[in-house]
């Protein structure tokens, strides 16, 4: 097995967690392999969102949820009582499905979350900006107009600021939830070919809106079903071999 | 150091967002127990119910008020909610962007105006009017419904329009899909729908009018003595406390807060019931 | 004629219609009797020169600081503590019992008549607290007046902003405060300022609440502790007691014209930004 190369960046152990009553996840043990691309896919309602949320704690901003179970992040729990909330949302950052962009200059956009962790020089500022912009394959094209409201970028350069705000925070752990899913085919290119770089320096873990884009960027999937785990495996073994019939079902588009 | 930060955050919102109970409490607190000794001493009933109000001789009784408020403001109602009604009906149903544009910044700038403003407009205006059209001194309950009638325009439109525009559409196309004309529709269908919410702006509308002191007291004419035609002056409850809270002392100006503390008794009546209907939309 | 259906709906249309038309014309005919009596008094004498000789000459220029004065007292207490209302509202707690007896507080407060504002305002700021017929009374009285609208405004603004505003900046690590100042505040400002010149608008027009608290002095305010007159009750007195007619119309032209920039100036507020945000 190939997991021996990588060690696990996340641990997640028996997570449950609830809305109420019901149970949005039941019983997920997966580990999240450092420096790849981990696919968690599955029909709408399966828990991919509640599952990436949990990995940055953001599941608990709905007042009413359960937790059980445990995610480590480099073996530490992220949810014991005295590790900061915000420490682990800086390390493990989100990009949402729809671009949203703050109503601020594309500049402020970027050094919004820097400057909330203390970062006050212009000098760092600039710095931390560019870098970020640069990772995101998006300074080129706004490297003369920083100071334009962020608003004015198109749907695709949208969200290669928010994924671009987020590597401003130097975090080493990225969730996407289905953050293609409103682009169009040649800006979707362009952000997989961004993940596909980040992902040498970064722990990728991405919700795709497509099965197919789980085979095109993917390292390893997770099948999610009904807040279950199905099967999870190196991308191309799961697609052409897969163990269990429900996933080959979805694969297939039996079901959806 | 960021968490401190946070909870003195949390703990200095919390305790602004008191503020509004903490006045509602001194507010209710102070004015009753001004006002609570003169009624304990001349009895409820009597205050209430008494016939006469002559401090200076020791008469404390405010029927002739009470009276006076729901006379004008009765006469308010009657005036102002059917052309209220028209009025929202009419941003909700008939007008055209244009018109909108123009009828409800104007509604806007009524609700702005002054009420001194308005007294004495109905003083140099209506109060003539209805002296030579109609006899009597022209000061009047009649002016007074009719000032108020103005003023509660803006609040009945707002809140009935509201109403109205939050019917789901299915209503009036239903209607309308069954050969209905517009106002068919609107009479029998929309209107009825909108009930509880146009009898909240009612109410409301009531409750402005109760409470509204400066636009009256300059066209009432200020009699002390119970009215008995609407061409007749008279003084209503808050009229009452802002003649006299000028030179009253003692046991009269106590009397006046009494006054008061049966206006917010009626106010919060009023608003509970407007709230009620308000949510049964 | 038939009561056909096609009649009726011609009869109600021009009821309709017509009460559209007379509630515009009635706004337009009260403002322009005011404007047309009262703008040939506003000249510069009248606008710096202070009332003399109880208010039958002289200008209004005393009146316009107490009205300044007082207003700017109602606004400084309010907006903080009616925009952090409508900020712990919104951000800071679920709806439950508190926010129930907070809004139930506020819709209240809305509801109680001026002239009990002004009764509350001078048994508290007056005599209990000691702080005399000042500019100080008046303008607390009417801060607590202008206090509901505030919140209420402000709540309303705050709710237009997309929540994805505040999962972005708690996703990079914002605290609840950070989001706040960071990014929802500045999103609601345009909603939260138009509250706040409306309450600047009512505090311009208030009467009843304001002559049992700040008093009737004719003499220039000084401090926050001196009596001061507004033009309102400036107005109210001089119309009631038929000081003069004139320097009446004046007072009230000047207060109907600032009513008038304000509303305008509200509107623009609206239109301009907070339609804008979805």
Same mark, same amino acid.
């Given at each position: 097995?190939?997991?021996?190369?990588?060690?696990?960046?996340?641990?997640?152990?028996?997570?449950?967690?609830?809305?109420?009553?019901?149970?949005?996840?039941?019983?997920?043990?997966?580990?999240?392999? *450092?420096?790849?691309? =981990?696919?968690?896919?599955?029909?709408?309602?399966?828990?991919?969102?509640?599952?990436? /949320?949990?990995?940055? /704690? =953001?599941?608990?901003?709905?007042?009413?949820?359960?937790?059980?179970?445990?995610?480590?992040?480099?073996?530490?729990?992220?949810?014991?009582?005295?590790?900061?909330?915000?420490?682990?949302? /800086?390390?493990?950052?989100?990009?949402?499905?729809?671009?949203?962009?703050?109503?601020?200059?594309?500049?402020?956009?970027?050094?919004?979350?820097?400057?909330?962790?203390?970062?006050?020089?212009?000098?760092?500022?600039?710095?931390?900006?560019?870098?970020?912009? /640069?990772?995101?394959?998006?300074?080129?094209?706004?490297?003369?107009?920083?100071?334009?409201?962020?608003?004015?970028?198109?749907?695709?350069? #949208? *969200?290669?600021?928010?994924?671009?705000?987020?590597?401003?925070?130097?975090? #080493?752990?990225?969730?996407?939830?289905?953050?293609?899913?409103?682009?169009?085919?040649?800006?979707?290119?362009?952000?997989?070919?961004?993940?596909?770089?980040?992902?040498?320096? $970064?722990?990728?873990?991405?919700?795709?809106?497509?099965? *197919?884009?789980?085979?095109?960027?993917?390292?390893?999937?997770? $099948?999610?079903?009904?807040?279950?785990?199905?099967?999870?495996?190196?991308?191309? *073994?799961?697609?052409?071999?897969?163990?269990?019939?429900?996933?080959?079902?979805?694969?297939?588009?039996? $079901?959806? | 150091?960021?968490?401190?930060?946070?909870?003195?955050?949390?703990?200095?919102?919390?305790?602004?967002?008191?503020?509004? %109970?903490?006045?509602?409490?001194?507010?209710?607190?102070?004015?009753?127990?001004?006002?609570?000794?003169?009624?304990?001493?001349?009895?409820?009933?009597?205050?209430?119910?008494?016939?006469?109000?002559?401090?200076?001789?020791?008469?404390?009784?405010?029927?002739?008020?009470?009276?006076?408020?729901?006379?004008?403001?009765?006469?308010?109602?009657?005036?102002?909610?059917?052309?209220?009604?028209?009025?929202?009906?009419?941003?909700?149903?008939?007008?055209?962007?244009?018109?909108?544009?123009?009828?409800?910044?104007?509604?806007?700038?009524?609700?702005?105006?002054?009420?001194?403003?308005?007294?004495?407009?109905?003083?140099?205006?209506?109060?003539?009017?209805?002296?030579?059209?109609?006899?009597?001194?022209?000061?009047?309950?009649?002016?007074?419904?009719?000032?108020?009638?103005?003023?509660?325009?803006?609040?009945?439109?707002?809140?009935?329009?509201?109403?109205?525009?939050?019917?789901?559409?299915?209503?009036?196309?239903?209607?309308?899909?069954?050969?209905?004309?517009?106002?068919?529709?609107?009479?029998?269908?929309?209107?009825?729908?909108?009930?509880?919410?146009?009898?909240?702006?009612?109410? %409301?509308?009531?409750?402005?009018?109760?409470?509204?002191?400066?636009?009256?007291?300059?066209?009432?004419?200020?009699?002390?003595?119970?009215?008995?035609?609407?061409?007749?002056?008279?003084?209503?409850?808050?009229?009452?406390?802002?003649?006299?809270?000028?030179?009253?002392?003692?046991?009269?100006?106590?009397?006046?807060?009494?006054?008061?503390?049966?206006?917010?008794?009626?106010?919060?009546?009023?608003?509970?019931?407007?709230?009620?209907?308000?949510?049964?939309? | 004629?038939? !009561?056909?259906?096609?009649?009726?709906?011609?009869?109600?249309?021009?009821?309709?219609?017509?009460?559209?038309?007379?509630?515009?014309?009635?706004?337009?005919?009260?403002?322009?009797?005011?404007?047309?009596?009262?703008?040939?008094?506003?000249?510069?004498?009248?606008?710096?020169? @202070?009332?003399?000789?109880?208010?039958?000459?002289?200008?209004?220029?005393?009146?316009?600081?107490?009205?300044?004065?007082?207003?700017?007292?109602?606004?400084?207490?309010?907006?903080?503590? &009616?925009? +952090?209302?409508?900020?712990?509202?919104?951000?800071?707690?679920?709806? +439950?019992?508190?926010?129930?007896?907070?809004?139930?507080?506020?819709?209240?407060?809305?509801?109680?008549? @001026?002239?009990?504002?002004?009764?509350? &305002?001078?048994?508290?700021?007056?005599?209990?607290?000691?702080? &005399?017929?000042?500019?100080?009374? &008046?303008?607390?009285?009417?801060?607590?007046?202008? !206090?509901?609208?505030?919140?209420?405004?402000?709540?309303?603004?705050?709710?237009?902003?997309?929540?994805?505003?505040?999962?972005?900046?708690? @996703?990079? +690590?914002?605290?609840?405060?950070?989001?706040? @100042?960071?990014?929802?505040?500045?999103?609601? !400002?345009?909603?939260?300022?138009?509250?706040?010149?409306?309450?600047?608008?009512?505090?311009?027009?208030?009467?009843?609440?304001?002559?049992?608290?700040?008093?009737?002095?004719?003499?220039?305010?000084?401090?926050?502790?001196?009596?001061?007159?507004?033009?309102?009750?400036?107005?109210?007195?001089?119309?009631?007691?038929?000081?003069?007619?004139?320097?009446?119309?004046?007072?009230?032209?000047?207060?109907?014209?600032?009513?008038?920039?304000?509303?305008?100036?509200?509107?623009?507020?609206?239109?301009?930004?907070?339609?804008?945000?979805?």
């Amino acid at each position: 097995m190939e997991q021996a190369e990588h060690a696990a960046k996340i641990s997640v152990r028996n997570l449950s967690i609830y809305y109420g009553a019901k149970p949005a996840l039941s019983g997920v043990t997966l580990d999240v392999p *450092q420096n790849e691309v =981990l696919a968690v896919f599955g029909p709408a309602n399966s828990g991919t969102t509640t599952f990436l /949320r949990a990995l940055n /704690r =953001l599941c608990e901003i709905d007042h009413a949820v359960r937790i059980e179970g445990e995610v480590l992040l480099d073996g530490t729990s992220i949810y014991s009582p005295d590790v900061a909330v915000t420490e682990i949302r /800086r390390k493990i950052g989100m990009v949402f499905e729809v671009p949203t962009p703050l109503p601020m200059s594309i500049f402020d956009n970027i050094a919004y979350g820097p400057r909330m962790n203390g970062t006050k020089s212009r000098g760092a500022l600039d710095k931390a900006v560019e870098e970020a912009l /640069r990772m995101a394959a998006l300074w080129d094209e706004v490297k003369d107009r920083l100071t334009d409201p962020a608003a004015s970028l198109s749907g695709g350069q #949208q *969200q290669r600021l928010c994924i671009a705000r987020v590597l401003a925070m130097k975090p #080493q752990v990225i969730l996407l939830d289905r953050s293609c899913s409103g682009l169009d085919p040649i800006s979707t290119a362009k952000v997989e070919e961004s993940l596909r770089q980040l992902a040498r320096e $970064f722990t990728i873990v991405i919700a795709p809106h497509n099965v *197919q884009q789980a085979g095109r960027i993917a390292d390893r999937v997770a $099948f999610l079903l009904m807040g279950k785990l199905i099967e999870q495996g190196v991308t191309a *073994q799961v697609f052409t071999n897969p163990t269990d019939k429900r996933t080959s079902d979805y694969i297939e588009g039996r $079901f959806g | 150091m960021t968490k401190f930060r946070e909870k003195i955050a949390q703990r200095g919102f919390m305790l602004v967002a008191l503020s509004a %109970l903490s006045a509602l409490a001194l507010i209710t607190i102070f004015i009753v127990a001004e006002g609570v000794p003169i009624i304990g001493k001349v009895g409820v009933l009597k205050f209430v119910f008494g016939m006469k109000w002559a401090p200076t001789q020791g008469y404390f009784g405010i029927f002739p008020m009470i009276v006076g408020s729901i006379s004008v403001t009765l006469g308010a109602v009657i005036l102002g909610v059917p052309i209220a009604l028209c009025c929202a009906i009419f941003l909700a149903e008939y007008a055209p962007a244009l018109m909108r544009n123009v009828l409800r910044p104007a509604i806007q700038m009524l609700a702005g105006i002054p009420s001194v403003v308005y007294g004495f407009w109905g003083l140099v205006f209506v109060v003539p009017a209805i002296r030579n059209y109609l006899g009597g001194p022209g000061l009047s309950i009649l002016a007074g419904s009719i000032i108020l009638a103005i003023m509660i325009l803006p609040t009945v439109i707002s809140i009935s329009e509201v109403s109205l525009l939050a019917l789901p559409p299915l209503y009036k196309e239903g209607a309308l899909a069954l050969g209905a004309t517009q106002w068919q529709t609107i009479r029998r269908v929309l209107v009825p729908a909108a009930k509880s919410g146009i009898v909240a702006a009612i109410i %409301l509308g009531v409750g402005r009018a109760v409470g509204e002191t400066m636009a009256v007291i300059m066209v009432l004419g200020n009699a002390v003595a119970m009215p008995s035609s609407i061409l007749d002056p008279a003084r209503t409850l808050t009229t009452n406390i802002g003649i006299e809270m000028g030179y009253a002392s003692g046991e009269h100006q106590q009397a006046l807060f009494a006054t008061g503390i049966v206006l917010l008794i009626i106010i919060m009546i009023l608003n509970s019931v407007a709230q009620f209907a308000f949510r049964r939309r | 004629m038939k !009561l056909t259906p096609r009649n009726s709906e011609k009869f109600a249309r021009t009821v309709i219609w017509s009460a559209a038309f007379g509630v515009i014309g009635l706004l337009f005919f009260i403002m322009a009797y005011i404007l047309i009596k009262g703008t040939p008094s506003l000249n510069w004498q009248f606008l710096t020169q @202070s009332p003399s000789d109880m208010g039958r000459s002289g200008g209004i220029f005393s009146t316009v600081i107490g009205t300044l004065m007082v207003t700017a007292v109602a606004i400084v207490v309010a907006t903080p503590l &009616g925009v +952090g209302t409508a900020f712990y509202l919104t951000e800071y707690t679920r709806e +439950g019992p508190v926010t129930r007896i907070i809004r139930f507080s506020a819709e209240s407060l809305a509801g109680i008549p @001026s002239i009990v504002y002004g009764l509350f &305002g001078f048994i508290f700021f007056v005599m209990y607290l000691g702080l &005399g017929w000042s500019v100080l009374s &008046g303008g607390l009285t009417l801060a607590v007046m202008i !206090l509901p609208t505030i919140i209420r405004t402000s709540e309303e603004a705050i709710l237009t902003v997309p929540r994805m505003y505040r999962e972005v900046s708690f @996703s990079l +690590g914002g605290t609840r405060w950070q989001t706040i @100042s960071g990014v929802i505040f500045r999103a609601a !400002l345009p909603g939260i300022a138009t509250g706040v010149i409306l309450g600047i608008g009512r505090s311009i027009a208030e009467t009843a609440a304001v002559i049992l608290t700040a008093g009737s002095s004719l003499r220039m305010p000084t401090s926050l502790f001196s009596p001061a007159r507004t033009m309102a009750v400036h107005f109210y007195i001089l119309a009631r007691e038929g000081i003069s007619m004139e320097r009446a119309y004046g007072t009230a032209a000047l207060m109907i014209i600032l009513i008038l920039l304000i509303n305008v100036g509200a509107n623009v507020l609206v239109n301009k930004f907070v339609a804008r945000g979805r």
